[in-house]
Nanobody, 121 residues
Framework: QVQLVESGGGLVQPGGSLRLSCAASGRIFSIDAMGWYRQAPGKQRELVASVTSGGSRNYTDSVKGRFTISRDNAKNTVYLQMGSLKPEDTAMYYC???????????????WGQGTQVTVSS
């Protein structure tokens, strides 16, 4: 089995910073992309940022210039550095990985359990 284990969420004041981490473990042949999604109460889950194995990054417009995604391929770990946080960033943040467990299998999507980020004074 594959597990995605997130850490780093919490309560932070507006304008503050947080760093999320997500490590993928288990039998993994290759990882195509890793990223972060978020879901606020009453809203749909949305992509926050993603990074491919080649280093291409994608951000949703609302976090551009404030969040930075990075990846350690050797550790199968993805990070999300969040700065200038706003109350509207409050959500459950989910780690996502599109990976292949074995060379003979197609890539599949895997999700972490989520880590809560709350931005409030």
């Amino acid at each position: 089995q594959v597990q995605l284990v997130e850490s780093g969420g919490g309560l932070v004041q507006p304008g503050g910073s947080l760093r999320l981490s997500c490590a993928a473990s288990g039998r993994i042949f290759s990882i195509d992309a890793m990223g972060w999604y978020r879901q606020a109460p009453g809203k749909q889950r949305e992509l926050v940022a993603s990074v491919t194995s080649g280093g291409s990054r994608n951000y949703t417009d609302s976090v551009k210039g404030r969040f930075t995604i990075s990846r350690d391929n050797a550790k199968n770990t993805v990070y999300l550095q969040m700065g200038s946080l706003k109350p509207e960033d409050t959500a459950m943040y989910y780690c996502h990985a599109r990976l292949r467990r074995f060379i003979v299998l197609p890539s599949q999507d895997y999700w972490g359990q989520g880590t809560q980020v709350t931005v409030s004074s």
